[in-house]
Antibody, heavy 120, light 108 residues
Framework: QVQLVESGGGVVQPGRSLRLSCAASGFTFSSYGMHWVRQAPGKGLEWVAVISFDGSNKYYIDSVKGRFTISRDNSKNTLFLQMNSLRAEDTAVYYC?????????????WGQGTLVTVSS | EIVLTQSPATLSLSPGDRATLSCRASQSVTSSSLAWYQQKSGQAPRLLIYDASNRATGIPDRFSGSGSGTDFTLTISRLEPEDFAVYYCQQYGNSPRTFGQGTNVEIK
């Protein structure tokens, strides 16, 4: 079955960087778009970024453009999120999610999430 | 940006009851591109419904979705103990893709 396991979260000071990873298994990773979705403590869900199956197309929510970079390594079935210039408002649980069919923005499977806390 | 407003914020019901959750969009959602997710406390969300009315794989038939345009509904025909959770709607027809703020279905 589909398994997504995030890692790399932690406590970081404002302005610093962090890199999240998501290890995928149980499906043909290289055939699906992949997303990052975040949830601030006690709040709702917010889509952050998406990458196409081959990495050629990437899109971001406005609030992270120029600061976050989504990437993937299909040879290692791994998704990444490089987060630079972190702000307090980036504090959230970050989930990686598999697209239902290619690039539909329907989040069919989710990881368990990794917590990022931006605080001095 | 399409704003999704879910109502009520909290729904207090008993096992066996029927639950009706509403999701209203600030403008028409393209091609009924609306999904519903369930999130239990401390867990990741789970896809329940896509394209407004199609159940995702493995979702029991007590869950059903309906609606089009700006008004959508998730119905749980008969609440089971494991159905008490927060439910989110999401539109994916327009950029940016957005979620509603959630409806908490709690045990009465």
């Amino acid at each position: 079955q589909v398994q997504l396991v995030e890692s790399g979260g932690g406590v970081v000071q404002p302005g610093r960087s962090l890199r999240l990873s998501c290890a995928a298994s149980g499906f043909t990773f290289s055939s699906y778009g992949m997303h990052w979705v975040r949830q601030a403590p006690g709040k709702g869900l917010e889509w952050v970024a998406v990458i196409s199956f081959d990495g050629s197309n990437k899109y971001y929510i406005d609030s992270v453009k120029g600061r976050f970079t989504i990437s993937r390594d299909n040879s290692k079935n791994t998704l990444f999120l490089q987060m630079n210039s972190l702000r307090a408002e980036d504090t959230a649980v970050y989930y990686c999610a598999k697209d239902k069919q290619g690039f539909t923005y329907q989040f069919e499977s989710w990881g368990q999430g990794t917590l990022v806390t931006v605080s001095s | 940006e399409i704003v999704l407003t879910q109502s009520p914020a909290t729904l207090s019901l008993s096992p066996g009851d029927r639950a009706t959750l509403s999701c209203r969009a600030s403008q028409s959602v393209t091609s009924s591109s609306l999904a519903w997710y369930q999130q239990k406390s401390g867990q990741a969300p789970r896809l329940l419904i896509y394209d407004a009315s199609n159940r995702a794989t493995g979702i029991p038939d007590r869950f059903s979705g309906s609606g089009s345009g700006t008004d959508f509904t998730l119905t749980i025909s008969r609440l089971e103990p494991e159905d008490f959770a927060v439910y989110y709607c999401q539109q994916y027809g327009n950029s940016p893709r957005t979620f509603g703020q959630g409806t908490n279905v709690e045990i009465k």
